[in-house]
């Protein structure tokens, strides 16, 4: 890829798969019941929607974690039927004893076919019975998501208590706006969370989804790198419940401002003095790590980003391939299991192609580096798991 010199005037930017997800889900426990209408698609969503049309029974989807989670929750309540649940290599790795440990406790039959804890599973649906449940609100925000998801359809409702800190906040919130704006009852007050159970909806929903605020970042990162660029970012909104919107304050202090408009926002670069040193907390934002981490690094701002450790369990170990990549580039970073930090240095011209490992968001953020240095990115199709047209929008001039 040859250096980026300008940017396009506008981007229609992808559909928010977190949400429309969470929607798929609620359509197949409530069919005829939801319309849902996007304006794209994307990898992580397609994995879904052909769970719910293929006659096969057994599901393999991919590298999709959010459908390996949402997905087990959901096929354990399907009475009466067998499913193998399966995927990649990389997701054969990723740990799912927490929501299979509770999902037990509720009634469901799973087993796991390889090792313990992990997929792939084969899952036979049960009748789910209502109980009081604790999990670990430290591990992943996909674990309980996926609980509340399908809790209106457990006998009695659903009752959880989230044990130690909680990561991904923001995305348990997203859920639970989700649940009423569908119109089913939940409550979400300190620790607690309660699903009633609901046979149908109390009316039918037709639903459009929003933009995504993950992908945001990219561009936001893009234009504080552009002194005097400005650019049209088309269906985001600022009433979103994505916690990703919380980027908009990290950008102000890069240099990054926002404006609403009719078709979404307009952003734009400022001058101003750039902080010398940032320390963010991402505990409820892991996603905007790999954007922020390299966007700092090229402004000449060192960075601390703490909050990260659900990141060992995403479609890489993030932090590692994050130190892996920068060194790439001369840039040294430190690491511990749930920070990075990345001091004030110089990048130079890539000693190879960047390698993406199979995830989306190394190939979105490492292309940043190409506001500097003719880049290559290997494997650049990943980014088709959430933002398909991301090098199309990219290379529009």
Not at 180 to 197: R, S
Not at 248 to 271: A, P, Q
Request: net charge negative; aromatic share 8%.
């Amino acid at each position: 890829m040859s250096k980026i010199e300008s940017l396009p005037e506008s981007i229609q930017l992808p559909t928010s798969k977190s949400i429309a997800n969470r929607w798929l889900i609620l359509q197949a426990l409530y069919p005829n019941q939801i319309q849902l209408n996007y304006n794209d698609s994307s990898d992580d969503i397609e994995v879904l929607k052909s769970a719910f049309t293929s006659k096969d029974k057994t599901i393999d989807v991919g590298h999709a974690g959010t459908a390996m989670r949402f997905l087990t929750a959901y096929l354990s309540q399907q009475e009466g039927e067998e499913f193998v649940l399966t995927g990649s290599e990389r997701m054969k790795k990723r740990p799912i004893e927490p929501l299979v440990s509770v999902l037990r406790q509720l009634g469901a039959s799973i087993e796991c076919l390889g090792k313990e804890g992990f997929p792939p599973l084969k899952i036979t649906g049960q009748k789910l019975q209502s109980k009081p449940i604790e999990i670990d609100g430290s591990i992943s925000s996909q674990y309980i998501t996926a609980l509340l998801l399908v809790g209106s359809k457990i006998e009695g409702g659903l009752k959880l208590f989230l044990k130690r800190h909680i990561v991904s906040k923001s995305y348990i919130d997203l859920t639970v706006s989700v649940l009423k704006e569908a119109g089913l009852d939940v409550t979400f007050q300190d620790n607690e969370i309660a699903v009633t159970p609901c046979e149908a909806l109390p009316e039918n929903k037709n639903i459009t989804v929003e933009a995504d605020w993950s992908a945001a970042s990219f561009w936001y990162s893009w234009v504080a790198l552009r002194p005097g660029s400005v650019l049209n970012l088309v269906g985001l909104n600022l009433d979103s419940a994505q916690g990703d919107k919380k980027l908009i304050d990290y950008f102000e202090g890069l240099g990054v401002r926002t404006k609403s408009i009719d078709s979404g926002l307009r952003i734009y670069h400022v001058d101003m003095a750039l902080p010398s040193y940032l320390e963010i907390n991402l505990i409820n934002q892991p996603d905007l790590a790999q954007p922020l981490a390299v966007v700092c690094t090229l402004l000449g701002v060192e960075v601390k980003l703490n909050g990260l450790q659900t990141l060992a369990i995403k479609e890489t170990n993030r932090l590692e391939a994050l130190k892996e990549e920068f060194l790439n580039f001369d840039v040294e970073s430190i690491l511990d299991e749930d920070s990075i930090l990345i001091k004030s240095q110089k990048a130079s011209n890539p000693k190879r192609g960047v390698k993406t490992y199979n995830d989306h968001r190394m190939a979105m953020a490492f292309a940043l580096f190409a506001s500097r240095f003719s880049i290559e990115i290997q494997d650049p199709e990943v980014v088709s798991k959430s933002y398909p047209k991301y090098f199309e929008h990219l290379l529009k001039m």
